[in-house]
Each structure stands twice: as C-alpha cells, then as structure tokens.
C-alpha cells in the first residue's frame, strides 16, 4: 500500500487536477477491497474517528477509509484553501461571484454584539432590528392584542412559500411540534393543497404570511393571490392590512401587491433561499407558534456550530469532517447517494430540506469561473425516518446502491425509545458487515436461499448523535449540514450558492403559460415546440375538458361532503386519483 505523504500543490485549474486529488486517486485504488468488517476491528483506528462537540457525537469510523485516507483528505481540503474560503465568508466576501453577493446566513444567528460586516457596513443591527420585529408582532398575536379586521383573535396561520420558503420553515416547524398545530405551510400551486391548508379556517380569525425572498415565484405568487381574494371576499380589501404581512427582501413588489410595508419583515440578498430558515422566512412563523423564546434558542444553536465551522482546525472540524466524507464517498468511491435517515420522527422533515440545500447548491457542472468539470459533483440525498425506510428501501440499500447513510439519532429519556434505538445501532453494523455464505449455512438456511440471504455488507455510514431535540440542537443540526454542503462546494470549486438550472425551468414554464393561453383565450395553434411537446400540450388543453367534468365532480363532491371529515377529505383525493390516473392513462 502506498505510504501516505500528502504533498501540496499550486492549486492549477480545477481540483482534480492538484496532487492532493491525485494522491487520492492513487489511495483509493489502493483500499478499494478493504472490507469494513476488518477496518472496525482497529480500535484505535474507530477511536481516531469518533469526534464530540457540545455532546454532539460523530461516529464516521464505518466508512470506507483509513487514518491515511483522511490525512490525504485533509490535505485536498488544505490544497483547496477551505480554511480562506470559511474565513471568507464569515468576512462577508462576495464569494457568490455568479449573482456578486456574499453569502452571510451565519449573521442571522449572529449575537446582537458581534460584527459582521459586508460591504463596509455591520450586518448584525439590521438583523437584530427584524427580530425584534419578529418578537414584537408573534408576541401581539400570540397574545392576541393583535386581532382581525372584524375583532376577532387570529386562531390560524397559513405561510405560502415554497422551495427555500417553505421545506426550511417545514423542517424546524415540525421537528418542534408537540401539539395542536396553528400554522399551516402551503407550498404547491395544485389546488387541492390550498383546499387542504384552508379546510376548516376562517377568514375572519386566518393571518396569512407570504413567504418570497424574490417575491416573484409563480407558484407562491399564484397561492398569495388566492388567499387574499378569500380573505377580502369575507373581510374586505380595508382587511387586507390586519389579515396578510410578507417576508422577502423585495419590499417595493410587497408594496405593489397591495400590503403595508410596516407588514413585511425583509431580510437580504446575501442570504440564499435554501439557506433562509434563520431569517424571518423560517422565524416567523416559528416565533407565532412556539414563541420568540425558542427561536432564540434554535439561533444560538446554529450560532454555536458556525463557531465551531470558523474556528475548530480542520481535522476536528465537525462540518469540514463532513464535507470530506462526502468528497470521498462521491468523487473517489463512485458513492454518489447518500440517505438521510434520522432516527426520530420529529426529524421526518429535515431530508426534504437537506435535500435542497445540497442537491441545488452543488447540482453543477462548472467551477467557479466557469469551467467544465471533469469530476461529477453534487450528491443525490433521499431518506425518510428510521424505522420507516427500513421497511421501504433499506432493502436496496443493502443489496445494490452503495449509499451513505447517515442517521441522526436523538437520544431521548423515555424507555419506549429502545427499539428505535435498536435499530438505530444495528442498521450502520448490518450495512457494514453484510452476511456471509458461511454465517448463512451456520444459521441453518438452505442452500437453495442462501444466495437471497448474503449480503456483502461494506456499506459505508456515519452516526450523528444529539444529545437531545430541542431549538438548541436543532439549530446545532441545521448548521451542520449547510456548513457540510459548502464544504463540498469549496472543495469542488463550485458556487453552491446559485440556482441558474432551476432559473432556466422557470422560463421555460413562463414560454408554456403564454402559449397555454394563447390557445385558450384565442384559439391559436400551438407553435415553436418539439413534436413531443406539442403533442402532450394539445392533449393536456384537449384533456382539459375532462378536469372541468372532474372539477364539477369535486364541487359536487364537496358541496355533499362536510371538509371536516377527514375520511371524506380521502374520498375527495380518490376522485383527485381517480382524474390524475384517468389523465395520466390518457395521455
Ligand atoms: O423565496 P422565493 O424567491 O419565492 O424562491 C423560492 C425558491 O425558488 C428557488 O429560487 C429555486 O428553487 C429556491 O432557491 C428558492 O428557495
């Protein structure tokens, strides 16, 4: 095997063409055929790859790697300047070159003492003036000095927002909930996901919060206009200003949509829509339900973790320690999927926000400057909580896909935790010592299925383990991962902090919406598509004809059923099936 002597290199063009990269490629062909099982019993090799901060425990010594393996890793890290990259963002640099902004989300968790600054100016008061703002109106509400147009007491809030807007607000909303819930979060444009967030609300006693950085989004843009001609059909246009406040950093579209400005809490450019959850985006609504007490203390979680980001060394860095081992599993173990598999339902919505942080941020193609890579980047997460994708798709997982799999697990006082707990142990040691032949014949089973019944194992995974869930380690958790997403970028040399892919379906949609109604409104032939596209264009406006008979169905449906009959509201989805299915087949 070869010595490990990590050399530096001037960093020439992209990553992969640097010594450290290529030290690596070496080592990798080098260790490819260790098997876990052998590697796990080196003790102090398991030892070396244990890390804990603030009772935060990090168990990565399940993953395909030697102690050589990350002195080599953590030399590509040093030959990629990760440490002037972090010092770089924390200084407020425009390290955002494609959209030349800084990337600054750590100043929303910042202490109303420290300094930020970006563009010669100190952040942390413009912060601190929102949340203040965030206390004062969640206070007024929760208190209920703060009432509808009509006097009532506000009872319910719907949040409209989506991608950024909304899977972050998910994720800390409902790994916080304990009870009756009072905000709604509505993301899709499908009417039936508005029926579903206003079933059973009144106008008279509904807040509704519009949640857009660009404010532009046509899909939210689409729901906010739907809930405010619900709201002024009960509570009049007058109503507007006690019934609907925004969150964005476009305060002049705010304005223009009918709503006062003192109604909207802003927040700014350097801080990117999947990474907004500590603005008011994720705050707000937070704030109304839980009090403004826990968003304090999910901040000063995520402000302790980008303490650690800035100062630890970068071999006890926690989030570069990540950044590394997705760095290894994707662009040297051919890895390229990773499961999020937190053990705790509370957790259920946190893969669904990773996932855009990471997939959006370093879904590319090119570096920085422009360049084509010649390294794939980016990784592709999934998960559901532990036990559940037991029961779905671990079995893939043990059989094929080499995925990296990452439970988070909290642990919890309450006894009824154990079997979860069970699980949570045994499902990294089934990944990684897999069974052999010889343990399935010793085990009895026949020859006929023992071949169904071995697994290689091998299956790399790293263990995240809290000490418990609250605002604190949520916000420690949350830190974590987006600090592990830029790590990856700096390494690749990527901006993990645009989204021009998504740009380009936007437009492309915005092409279709003209076309849709040019058809519609003045009986024009569908013109400048594919033939595909065209084909399944002019079968869907054909088609349409059928979801108008469907939409009556529905009406009808709902006009028999009393919404607040859950069951009903199923039967309501089966004609919504039935339509999709019929349509689906159809076409
Ligand atoms: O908050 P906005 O501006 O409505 O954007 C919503 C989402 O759309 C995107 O711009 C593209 O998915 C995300 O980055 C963002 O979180």
Request: glycine letters at 8%; hydrophobic letters at 40%.
């Amino acid at each position: 095997m070869q010595a490990c002597r990590p050399c530096s290199s001037p960093a020439t063009g992209l990553i992969s063409s640097s010594i450290a990269w290529r030290n690596l490629r070496e080592h990798v062909d080098g260790i490819f055929d260790l098997h876990l099982k052998d590697l796990l019993q080196d003790e102090r090799r398991c030892r070396n790859m244990i890390k804990e901060y603030e009772g935060i425990v990090l168990d990565y010594s399940r993953q395909r790697a030697t102690s050589c393996t990350f002195k080599f890793l953590l030399a590509l890290a040093k030959e990629a300047g990760v440490k002037e990259k972090i010092d770089m963002m924390f200084e407020g640099k425009h390290i955002n070159k494609t959209e030349d902004r800084a990337v600054l989300h750590v100043a929303l968790r910042a202490p109303r003492t420290e300094k930020i600054v970006c563009d010669g100016k100190n952040v942390v008061p413009d912060v601190w003036d929102v949340l203040d703002k965030i206390k004062c109106f969640s206070e007024r509400v929760r208190s209920g000095s703060w009432v509808g147009q009509t006097g009532k007491v506000l009872k319910d809030v719907v949040a409209i927002g989506i991608g950024g807007s909304y899977l972050g607000p998910l994720f800390a909303y409902t790994a916080l909930q304990t009870g009756a819930e009072l905000v709604q979060l509505l993301a899709n444009v499908d009417p039936i996901d508005v029926a579903i967030a206003l079933n059973g609300l009144c106008p008279e006693t509904t807040l509704v919060v519009i949640v857009s950085k660009t404010f532009t989004t046509q899909e939210t843009m689409l729901n906010a206009k739907t809930m405010r001609s619900w709201l002024i059909a009960s509570v009049g246009k007058e109503g507007i200003a006690k019934h609907m406040v925004a969150v964005s950093t476009n305060l002049k579209l705010v304005k223009e949509f009918g709503l006062d400005p003192d109604n909207a809490f802003a927040f700014w450019d350097w801080v990117g829509g999947r990474y907004s959850v500590c603005s008011a985006v994720g705050l707000l609504p937070l704030a109304i339900q839980y009090g403004f007490n826990k968003v304090n203390q999910f901040l000063e979680g995520a402000w302790s973790i980008d303490s650690h980001f800035r100062c630890a060394p970068l071999e006890d860095n926690i989030p570069v320690i990540l950044g590394l081992i997705s760095i290894w599993n994707v662009s040297f173990l051919r890895c390229p999927a990773r499961a999020i598999l937190p053990y705790s339902q509370a957790l259920q919505k946190l893969t669904p926000h990773i996932q855009q942080v990471s997939m959006e941020s370093n879904g590319k193609g090119v570096s920085m400057d422009g360049r084509p890579l010649d390294f794939h980047a980016g990784e592709i997460d999934f998960g559901e909580p532990g036990t559940n994708g037991q029961h779905s798709f671990y079995q893939l997982i043990h059989q094929v896909i080499t995925a990296v799999y990452s439970p988070t697990h909290v642990c919890e006082p309450i006894s009824n935790h154990d079997e979860l707990m069970c699980n949570f142990f045994a499902q990294p040691d089934a990944l990684a010592y897999g069974k052999t032949w010889e343990q399935a014949k010793a085990e009895g089973i026949s020859d006929d299925l023992i071949p169904h019944k071995i697994f290689t194992g091998n299956r790399p995974s790293l263990n995240i383990l809290l000490p418990t869930l609250d605002a604190y380690t949520l916000g420690q958790l949350l830190a974590l991962y987006e600090h592990r997403v830029v790590v990856q970028g700096f390494i690749w040399g990527i901006n993990s902090f645009d989204q021009w892919g998504v740009e380009l379906g936007k437009s492309l949609a915005g092409k279709v919406r003209v076309s849709m109604n040019s058809v519609r409104m003045k009986g024009e032939e569908l013109k400048g598509y594919n033939y595909s596209t065209t084909y399944l264009l002019n079968r869907y406006l054909k088609g349409k004809t059928l979801y108008k008979l469907h939409k009556s169905m529905l009406l009808d449906v709902k006009d028999k059923v009393h919404l607040r009959d859950i069951r009903q509201l199923v039967l309501l989805f089966f004609f919504d099936l039935i339509y999709h299915t019929t349509i689906t087949s159809y076409t």
